[in-house]
């Protein structure tokens, strides 16, 4: 049975387009529009989880291999992907109506998270690379506009960066298309397999294809060396949508596809130049990991800091998706979960920090822990499992991806990722003792926790951490790991 | 049975009971321990005289819950006890307003259970355990005696220097018990393992650790410290009393039960050379102290020599004194020791500079601190005096003079030195300032009892000797009974005092010992100063000035070594973090100041890097990949 997911593209996109419409008669409208929307969404794609059954991948009918748009159908990674996407948009869609109370241009805000969720689902749902190119287009303009929403300077400087950089990229990714419908006179998934396995010369050929668009979606991903929009981008953009692009955006729009091309990659075995495109992948992996650690060491900026720490983590990611092993590519899968989970809660709780205290400066910080208990408990749930604390849910995945690494044989990369976890702990506990811990200074004694309404996503998302952390196995037995075998 | 457990356990019991009580209260839980110690003094009584074993389950492996009343361990037993009570009923007065207090019955409580464990434990293993648990509350005691550091020191030197003592007693217990198979003593004892190879190790390190709990050489270097900073009931209590009792008994045991020590001379030699040496070293010590309890504890110390002298001399005459000079040194060590407290406690200082005439004033304190010097000095007829002689006799027999005089002339050196102090506390001139009255009754009245037994003991040392100390060594090779079977000639030395050779020896020394004391104070001045011309001697006057520099203290000696060590290991340690803490994070750190400065906002640079990126990638995929 094939499920089409078309309607968690098609929903939200119409929900969008009212947005700013019923905004007209009550700003509060939109906000409920786009709530429920995407709960109901949420709802749906867990409900899914229980009806799902092992995908068949429908075979092409033989005259068929002119130009094929075969969209909306997908397995059970894509489901993953969509209820990460529906419950960082809900969360942040749900947090924005109390954070954003004053604003009266919540009809275009909440039609442009709307837009990015449809084009993400879209994103993710799709099964040829045109469709897929044109989501990410959607979702990159979604938030360009997102980023520069409150019209100061940083946030057009940052929107702009990320524009600068990602409009190459797109180019890439073009690029890439139009080499495969020029080689295999089709854009789909199921063509670029059937080429590559027709035959060696073939198969290089599309290793070259899938190394151009890789490098496409690595400017997207935020993966170092072209990772440069993201600490100003994220730094700049609204607290909200930080989470949203650290949480979901650039794992969707960048992660996604780049573990999909591993997975393509890896489904030529024997093939020189896809082992070495693989070898590519873990080498940028490997160096995000490190180098995202050491950039986040030094920052004096909460969400700075939380955007380095988000180049290193989807390190980890796409080091593991390149390395291969079914074991490596379900790590790979449930590390980008339980990503999603806590750097939006940490971001989420930057963003009710700003605005408690109207800073995320955090040399100014201090003690918070009296004054803002959940937020100060939630965020070091989050902090203690990117850090990969057992028995938190980053702890699991952390640890699956270090044993694939060295049951693999990438002995060095397994050590790298052990000792960056390392650095992941430092960071975050300097960050923790700074912002939350120690004495509270004369000008935070009247800063008050923030209101309920913007706890509740983190407290879900602490439950979903610490839940995941004590039954693993419901995602990585019941979801990661037949994502990456049936894939695979 | 129950008895037994009743010795071992209703102290240990008591003891958190005894501390429970505060404030106003706090005479309740006096109350208790001192009913404690009388309790378990009934108990010991009535089991005097039984001969009996009885076995719990315990760990498994042979090492079994056995307890055994036989008449060595009722000699122990019941001495144990008597001290316990008597201390118990002296503390009532002393400890009142002492900031120790709250701590002092609980820990005299639990050392009791332990020490009656320890007595009456008839497996090694459960000897051992109680007699290491002694441990805690000697540290106890020690380090809660006072609210300073002196004290905490002093109680980690005593914890130490007990603890090495116990480590050789572990090993011993180890290499007896494999040797003879099994953990019981009764089964060890009805078999003597031969002294040599393993055997001489076991007996080495066994005769080491009941050594080491006694206070011998060179086990004794905290006891003169404890003397300064404890509180006084405290060194009656146990280095007077309790640990000697408890060593000597465990060295008996070994000598006599378990090792066939009359088969070895030379282990024979080693201990009875031991002995002299430390009753030498430890009296030319005493004599040249200034202070009532220092001097005392190195007499405790000295006496000690005395027994182990006796108990290694192997013949019954000897072993039969030292046992019995056991109790007579507790009975007047103690004794002692309880009129320092009551000079302390009414004068407030023990200094000898600061103290004289107190005999006036008073005059129940000196009388029975006259008894018990007489006693420790052995003047005739109180109690130290036939101990002594029997020990005297004992080393003669053995053919080596040289023990016999060295022991005569620790006898006379003790004299001098009490002769000094008696003189400057009790007689002599009283220091402007000094007014004093007599002790509480309270206190009076341990001290009395105490004194008592060294007149009785004295007087009638046929009883004791025939009552205590015979039946013990019944069944031995040093049995008087059989004394003939091994070639001794029946000792008539067992049947109190006759008029003979060794009478008026002891007659000698006391002469020659006064005729020291007037020399002394010729020369001196003042009683203070009687020893003076000892002390500073040519060639002994550098020998004490390097003790009283501790140069002779393996602690202290091994303090230093361990303070080089330990600079060498910090060293080694700071190396060691350099290269796992100073270095990466050094590196780290520097690698984060360049990577947090490169993303300084500048597009160019983003979009350099993303191209070089891009080139990177695409020579790793043509270089390592099969591109042309």
New interface residues.
């Given amino acids: 049975m094939t499920i089409s997911y078309f309607s968690f593209v098609s929903i939200p996109a119409l929900a969008a387009l009212a947005c700013p419409f019923v905004a007209k008669l009550k700003p509060r409208y939109a906000d409920m529009i786009s709530g429920s929307a995407l709960l109901a969404g949420l709802i749906t794609a867990v409900s899914y989880i229980w009806e799902f059954h092992q995908p068949v991948m429908a075979a092409l009918p033989p005259a068929d291999l002119t130009f094929n748009l075969e969209v909306f159908r997908s397995d059970i990674f894509s489901l993953l992907m969509i209820i990460a996407i529906y419950l960082v948009a809900a969360a942040v869609a749900f947090f924005s109506i109390f954070h954003r109370r004053q604003d009266s241009r919540a009809g275009i805000w909440q039609g442009l998270l709307l837009m990015s969720a449809a084009a993400m689902s879209g994103i993710v749902s799709a099964r040829d690379f045109f469709t897929l190119y044109v989501f990410v287009e959607v979702a990159a303009v979604a938030a360009y506009a997102l980023i520069a929403f409150d019209d100061t300077a940083e946030g057009i400087e940052g929107a702009l960066k990320y524009f600068f950089m990602s409009a190459p990229a797109s180019a890439f990714i073009l690029l890439g298309v139009a080499l495969l419908m020029l080689y295999t006179g089709g854009v789909s998934f199921a063509h670029l397999s059937r080429a590559a396995s027709a035959s060696a010369a073939n198969e290089t050929a599309v290793v070259v294809i899938l190394g151009v668009m890789a490098c496409g979606f690595m400017v997207k991903a935020g993966l170092v060396p072209f990772h440069g929009w993201t600490p100003d981008a994220y730094q700049s953009a609204p607290a909200p949508v930080s989470a949203l692009l650290s949480g979901i955006v650039t794992k969707a729009a960048g992660v996604y596809a780049l573990v999909r091309i591993a997975m393509a990659l890896k489904s030529m075995p024997g093939n020189v130049a896809a082992a070495a495109a693989c070898n590519g992948l873990m080498f940028f992996g490997g160096l995000s990991i490190v180098v995202g650690a050491l950039g986040a060491l030094r920052q004096r900026d909460f969400k700075r800091m939380l955007a380095f720490s988000s180049i290193s983590q989807v390190g980890y990611i796409v080091l593991a998706a390149g390395a291969g092993t079914p074991l490596a590519m379900a790590g790979a899968i449930f590390h980008l979960f339980n990503h999603t989970t806590f750097k939006a809660s940490l971001f989420l709780n930057s963003a009710a920090i700003e605005k408690q205290t109207g800073t995320t400066d955090m040399k100014s910080l201090s003690g918070l822990e009296t004054r803002m208990p959940w937020t100060a408990l939630t965020s070091s749930i989050a902090m203690l499992s990117t850090a990969g604390i057992p028995p938190l849910s980053g702890f699991w995945s952390k640890a699956i991806i270090i044993f694939a690494l060295w049951k693999a044989g990438f002995h060095g990369y397994a050590v790298i990722a052990t000792l960056a976890s390392v650095l992941t702990l430092a960071y975050f506990i300097v960050m923790q003792s700074r912002v939350f811990f120690g004495k509270t200074p004369e000008h935070l004694l009247q800063v008050r926790e923030a209101e309920f309404g913007m706890l509740v996503p983190v407290i879900v998302f602490s439950a979903i951490i610490v839940a995941l952390g004590l039954y693993f196995p419901i995602l990585f037995t019941g979801m990661a790991w037949p994502a990456a075998r049936t894939v695979l | 049975m129950t008895l037994m457990l009743l010795a071992i356990f209703l102290p240990l019991a008591a003891a958190p009971l005894a501390m429970s009580f505060a404030g106003k209260l706090r005479r309740v839980g006096d109350a208790v321990a001192i009913l404690v110690s009388l309790v378990c003094l009934v108990a010991s009584v009535l089991l005097f005289g039984k001969d009996m074993l009885y076995t719990l389950p315990w760990a498994g492996f042979g090492f079994d819950f056995s307890m055994r009343i036989y008449p060595l361990a009722s000699l122990a037993l019941c001495a144990v006890n008597g001290f316990a009570l008597l201390v118990s009923r002296y503390s009532w007065k002393f400890m009142e307003d002492k900031p120790a207090r709250d701590w002092y019955y609980f820990s005299f409580l639990i050392t009791l259970g332990f020490a009656n464990g320890a007595i009456l434990a008839e497996n090694l293993v459960l000897m051992l355990f109680f007699w290491e648990g002694l441990l805690v509350t000697l540290y106890l005691f020690l380090a809660l005696a006072r609210e300073n550091n002196e004290c905490k020191a002093t109680a980690m030197k005593a914890l130490i220097i007990n603890g090495a003592g116990d480590v050789c007693l572990m090993a011993g217990v180890v290499i007896t018990g494999w040797l003879a198979g099994t953990m019981s003593m009764k089964s060890v004892a009805a078999a003597p393992l031969a002294i040599h190879g393993w055997g001489m190790a076991g007996f080495i390190f066994m005769a080491l650790g009941a050594m080491a709990k006694a206070g011998a050489l060179p086990f004794h270097t905290w006891i003169p410290d404890a003397a300064s900073d404890a509180q006084l009931p405290f060194m009656a209590y146990l280095p007077a009393a309790l640990e000697k009792v408890l060593g000597i008994y465990l060295l008996a045991k070994v000598c006599l039960e378990f090792y066939a020590l009359n088969s070895s001379l030379s282990m024979r030699l080693a201990l009875m050379t031991l002995g002299a040496a430390t009753i030498l070293i430890a009296v030319m010590m005493a004599l040249v102290q200034s202070e009532y309890k220092r001097l005392l504890s190195y007499h405790a110390i000295s006496q000690v020599g005395y027994m182990i002298l006796g108990i290694g001399t192997g013949n019954p005459v000897g072993v039969a004194g030292g046992l019995f000079h056991m109790v007579n040194h507790a009975v007047y060590k103690c004794c002692l020791f309880l009129t320092g407290g009551s000079v302390e406690n009414r004068a407030g200082v023990t200094k000898l500079d600061e103290l004289g005439g107190l005999a006036k004033t008073m005059p129940v304190t000196a009388a029975c601190f006259v008894v018990a010097a007489a006693a420790i000095s052995g003047i005739p007829p109180f109690n130290g005096y036939f101990s002594k002689e029997l020990i005297y006799k004992g080393a003669l027999d053995t053919g080596y003079t040289g023990f016999f005089i060295a022991a005569e002339l620790g006898s006379l050196l003790t004299l001098a030195s009490f002769l000094k102090l008696g003189h400057s506390v009790y007689f002599g001139k009283k220091p402007e300032g000094l007014n004093v009255k007599e002790a509480s009754w309270h206190m009076l009245g341990p001290m009395l009892v105490l004194a008592g037994i060294c007149v009785i003991f004295g007087f009638g040392a046929k009883l004791p000797l025939k009552f205590l100390i015979e039946p013990s060594l019944a069944g031995t090779y040093a049995d008087a009974s059989l004394a003939s079977l091994y070639g001794f000639s029946v000792p008539e030395h067992l049947h109190g005092f006759h008029a003979d050779k060794l009478f008026f020896m002891a007659l000698g020394v006391i002469a020659l010992a006064s005729l020291n004391h007037w020399f002394g104070l010729r020369r001196g001045g003042s009683p203070q100063k009687a020893s003076e011309h000892v002390h500073h001697a040519p060639g002994l006057g550098f020998v004490y000035s390097l003790a009283e520099k501790r140069f002779f203290d393996p602690y202290d000696q091994g303090m230093k070594l361990t303070f080089f060590l330990g600079r060498g290991l910090y060293v080694l340690d700071r190396v060691m973090d350099f290269f796992t803490d100073t270095l990466p994070a050094a590196l ?2 520097f ?6 400065r490169l ?1 300084g ?1 500048f ?1 160019g ?3 350099g ?2 191209v ?3 080139v ?3 020579l ?2 043509s ?5 042309p």
């Fill in positions: 780290t750190d690698a984060s100041l360049l990577v947090s993303h906002g597009f640079y983003y979009l890097w993303a070089a990126g891009f990177l990638f695409a790793i995929i270089y390592t990949g099969a591109l």
